[in-house]
């Protein structure tokens, strides 16, 4: 059979590539920059414009405040008045007098009412051109008994949610309660109404030097709080259903304002409007706000927006709108300008996008597969493609053969031990420490004999699929497992990472060998194969730990009298295993430092090969 013909890829220098695209894309950039630099009255125009939003929008802030903060400084004066005894709480007439008064100075507040902690309310509230007093009972509504908790636990004024109004024709009320105190106890709450419908009228004078905007009060983004529209009050069509929230206000095409209705309208694409965010002023303190523009019945128009925090939990968004007929010519060649560079912007970035994917792709490739190699996963290495470009090509091919050797370095290096290892950050020349660890040692009961009628296939079979059982219920409790002895298995805990509860770790291990050898069992008795038995020996103690072995081969292990303990305590199985599938034997130390679990039983004192005096064991109790 005639050999393959070999393809011959030609490749290139990624020196030329990067350099070609690289001026390349500085030559469109230039030539983008000549062609379509921008005529700097354009930058100042929309500088201008963000300027003016800012101290308009800050004007629009600072007068709402003035017109609401004064309702927290008379309730926090009302507050301080309890909390000296000027005002007895116990007289219902001081009550009802100081805040008749306090509802004549503060003329937005639409009523005054004082919770007390038995949910009984006194109230003073306006009734067209007079002041009325009511005395009412609300110790039934679940909302007062919660929100009167909420006041309980607050220090300072809080603006609650909406509430509906009195009147089933005038929207909502805006609300701040403050907690009521006298040495520490807590006497009762004040709560001041402020209705959405003078809040309306206020903003209504801010009109005045918009020419043919609007200023209003969103109440998060779909709801309108404050708008000249709503100076008398907004009724529903549905204003006989209960309503809460938002609910109470009308949405943004309820009012009869196109422009309004349009702020959040999206572009024939589907996008949202792009905004611009304003630069803060000096010494302002939250959110300076954005603009952006839009367009209503062929006209365009500017809407300025800033979130306000400080009035409940749901955002307030004050803001305004004005025509933008004054700089839309303006406007009008930043857009054709813009548009123009975003097509040259755009082809330069599909040009670079298609030459950056060409030497992103085999340096991807390159990144994934040394990532899969740092976690010691070499079979899941993908072989990696050639590639046109020279470089790139030499390296997958280097790289190819590097993953071909480390996959069979896997199969001997413990993957977990070099895990810890990389995790302490430790070099290869690890000095060898003494450190306190706990060793488990395993053997299997008469293997000679249970191996000589398998083939050398089925006994490799059989020990993997054991060896593999014990590995994870090993690395299941972070132990590292050591070596294979045979048909024994060396494990330890302790090293090298620290593990102050190494005891533990090794006996619920121990737990889970004989758990799952004893369901392996099951099975194989249900097969007719001859059910396995295990011994296991188990202690803590001093070892020495760290690289042992001659130069260019050592193992990362432990020795020590420790070790040769706990591979005593496995052959002592042999005297006290009772008959048991498996055998558990650990030493009182290792038992004692575990906090002696109940499940395992006392043997007493045996004296151990090797060992001066006798070491009091004990014994996973069968079952």
């Given at each position: 059979?005639?050999?393959?013909?070999?393809?011959?890829?030609?490749?290139?220098?990624?020196?030329?590539?990067?350099?070609?695209?690289?001026?390349?894309?500085?030559?469109?950039?230039?030539?983008?920059?000549?062609?379509?630099?921008?005529?700097?009255?354009?930058?100042?125009?929309?500088?201008?414009?963000?300027?003016?939003?800012?101290?308009?929008?800050?004007?629009?802030?600072?007068?709402?405040?003035?017109?609401?903060?004064?309702?927290?400084?008379?309730?926090?004066?009302?507050?301080?008045?309890?909390?000296?005894?000027?005002?007895?709480?116990?007289?219902?007439?001081?009550?009802?007098?100081?805040?008749?008064?306090?509802?004549?100075?503060?003329?937005?507040?639409?009523?005054?009412?004082?919770?007390?902690?038995?949910?009984?309310?006194?109230?003073?509230?306006?009734?067209?051109?007079?002041?009325?007093?009511?005395?009412?009972?609300?110790?039934?509504?679940?909302?007062?008994?919660?929100?009167?908790?909420?006041?309980?636990?607050?220090?300072?004024?809080?603006?609650?949610?909406?509430?509906?109004?009195?009147?089933?024709?005038?929207?909502?009320?805006?609300?701040?309660?403050?907690?009521?105190?006298?040495?520490?106890?807590?006497?009762?709450?004040?709560?001041?109404?402020?209705?959405?419908?003078?809040?309306?009228?206020?903003?209504?004078?801010?009109?005045?030097?918009?020419?043919?905007?609007?200023?209003?009060?969103?109440?998060?983004?779909?709801?309108?709080?404050?708008?000249?529209?709503?100076?008398?009050?907004?009724?529903?069509?549905?204003?006989?259903?209960?309503?809460?929230?938002?609910?109470?206000?009308?949405?943004?095409?309820?009012?009869?304002?196109?422009?309004?209705?349009?702020?959040?309208?999206?572009?024939?694409?589907?996008?949202?409007?792009?905004?611009?965010?304003?630069?803060?002023?000096?010494?302002?303190?939250?959110?300076?706000?954005v603009l952006h523009f839009g367009t209503v019945n062929g006209a365009a128009y500017?809407?300025?927006?800033?979130?306000?925090?400080?009035?409940?939990?749901?955002?307030?968004?004050?803001?305004?709108?004005?025509?933008?007929?004054?700089?839309?010519?303006?406007?009008?060649?930043?857009?054709?300008?813009?548009?123009?560079?975003?097509?040259?912007?755009?082809?330069?970035?599909?040009?670079?996008?298609?030459?950056?994917?060409?030497?992103?792709?085999?340096?991807?490739?390159?990144?994934?597969?040394?990532?899969?190699?740092?976690?010691?996963?070499?079979?899941?290495?993908?072989?990696?493609?050639?590639?046109?470009?020279?470089?790139?090509?030499?390296?997958?091919?280097?790289?190819?053969?590097?993953?071909?050797?480390?996959?069979?370095?896997?199969?001997?290096?413990?993957?977990?031990?070099?895990?810890?290892?990389?995790?302490?950050?430790?070099?290869?020349?690890?000095?060898?420490?003494?450190?306190?660890?706990?060793?488990?040692?395993?053997?299997?009961?008469?293997?000679?004999?249970?191996?000589?009628?398998?083939?050398?296939?089925?006994?490799?079979?059989?020990?993997?699929?054991?060896?593999?059982?014990?590995?994870?219920?090993?690395?299941?409790?972070?132990?590292?497992?050591?070596?294979?002895?045979?048909?024994?298995?060396?494990?330890?805990?302790?090293?090298?990472?620290?593990?102050?509860?190494?005891?533990?770790?090794?006996?619920?291990?121990?737990?889970?060998?004989?758990?799952?050898?004893?369901?392996?069992?099951?099975?194989?008795?249900?097969?007719?194969?001859?059910?396995?038995?295990?011994?296991?020996?188990?202690?803590?103690?001093?070892?020495?730990?760290?690289?042992?072995?001659?130069?260019?081969?050592?193992?990362?292990?432990?020795?020590?009298?420790?070790?040769?303990?706990?591979?005593?305590?496995?052959?002592?199985?042999?005297?006290?295993?009772?008959?048991?599938?498996?055998?558990?034997?650990?030493?009182?130390?290792?038992?004692?430092?575990?906090?002696?679990?109940?499940?395992?039983?006392?043997?007493?004192?045996?004296?151990?090969?090797?060992?001066?005096?006798?070491?009091?064991?004990?014994?996973?109790?069968?079952?």
């Amino acid at each position: 059979m005639a050999e393959a013909k070999a393809v011959v890829r030609r490749t290139y220098s990624i020196t030329v590539t990067l350099a070609f695209a690289i001026g390349s894309l500085v030559a469109v950039g230039v030539l983008s920059v000549l062609f379509l630099g921008l005529q700097s009255a354009q930058k100042n125009t929309f500088d201008l414009v963000r300027e003016q939003a800012v101290l308009i929008l800050a004007s629009q802030g600072a007068l709402v405040e003035q017109n609401l903060q004064p309702v927290r400084i008379e309730l926090d004066f009302l507050a301080q008045l309890v909390a000296s005894g000027r005002l007895d709480l116990s007289n219902p007439q001081q009550i009802t007098d100081v805040m008749t008064g306090a509802l004549g100075g503060a003329q937005q507040v639409a009523a005054l009412s004082f919770v007390r902690p038995d949910l009984t309310v006194t109230s003073v509230a306006r009734d067209r051109d007079r002041i009325v007093t009511l005395e009412e009972d609300w110790s039934r509504i679940e909302d007062v008994r919660r929100g009167i908790e909420v006041i309980r636990q607050a220090r300072d004024p809080v603006w609650g949610e909406l509430v509906p109004s009195p009147s089933r024709a005038s929207g909502a009320f805006i609300n701040i309660r403050v907690p009521l105190r006298r040495s520490g106890e807590f006497l009762g709450a004040l709560v001041a109404l402020v209705s959405t419908s003078q809040l309306s009228r206020f903003v209504e004078r801010l009109d005045s030097g918009l020419a043919g905007g609007h200023a209003f009060i969103l109440y998060g983004r779909d709801h309108v709080l404050a708008h000249a529209a709503l100076r008398d009050g907004f009724r529903r069509a549905d204003s006989f259903r209960p309503a809460e929230g938002a609910d109470l206000l009308p949405t943004l095409n309820d009012i009869g304002d196109p422009v309004l209705a349009a702020i959040w309208q999206r572009d024939a694409r589907g996008r949202d409007p792009e905004r611009t965010p304003l630069p803060p002023r000096p010494g302002s303190q939250g959110s300076p706000g954005v603009l952006h523009f839009g367009t209503v019945n062929g006209a365009a128009y500017i809407y300025m927006l800033r979130e306000v925090t400080s009035f409940g939990s749901t955002p307030w968004l004050m803001g305004l709108y004005i025509p933008a007929t004054e700089i839309e010519d303006e406007i009008r060649r930043l857009v054709y300008a813009g548009v123009a560079g975003l097509g040259v912007l755009l082809v330069s970035l599909i040009a670079a996008v298609l030459l950056g994917r060409r030497i992103a792709r085999p340096i991807k490739r390159i990144a994934n597969a040394a990532r899969t190699m740092s976690e010691l996963r070499f079979k899941d290495v993908e072989h990696l493609p050639p590639s046109r470009i020279q470089e790139l090509n030499d390296q997958s091919t280097a790289f190819n053969g590097l993953v071909s050797g480390l996959r069979w370095f896997e199969n001997y290096v413990p993957r977990s031990l070099v895990h810890r290892l990389l995790g302490e950050g430790e070099a290869l020349d690890l000095p060898s420490e003494t450190r306190e660890v706990t060793v488990l040692f395993t053997d299997i009961v008469g293997f000679t004999s249970m191996s000589e009628p398998l083939s050398a296939a089925d006994l490799a079979t059989f020990i993997n699929e054991h060896f593999a059982l014990i590995n994870r219920c090993i690395e299941a409790e972070g132990g590292t497992l050591d070596k294979y002895i045979g048909d024994a298995v060396m494990a330890f805990w302790g090293a090298p990472g620290a593990q102050p509860d190494h005891p533990a770790r090794a006996l619920r291990a121990a737990r889970a060998i004989a758990a799952a050898v004893r369901a392996e069992n099951v099975a194989r008795t249900a097969r007719g194969d001859k059910a396995v038995r295990l011994r296991v020996g188990i202690h803590s103690g001093p070892a020495v730990v760290g690289n042992i072995g001659a130069p260019g081969r050592v193992n990362y292990t432990i020795v020590g009298d420790t070790v040769n303990v706990a591979q005593r305590l496995e052959q002592l199985g042999k005297e006290v295993d009772g008959g048991a599938d498996v055998c558990v034997v650990a030493s009182e130390t290792t038992v004692w430092a575990a906090q002696n679990p109940p499940d395992f039983e006392p043997l007493g004192a045996y004296q151990l090969r090797g060992r001066g005096q006798p070491l009091a064991v004990f014994r996973l109790r069968p079952t």
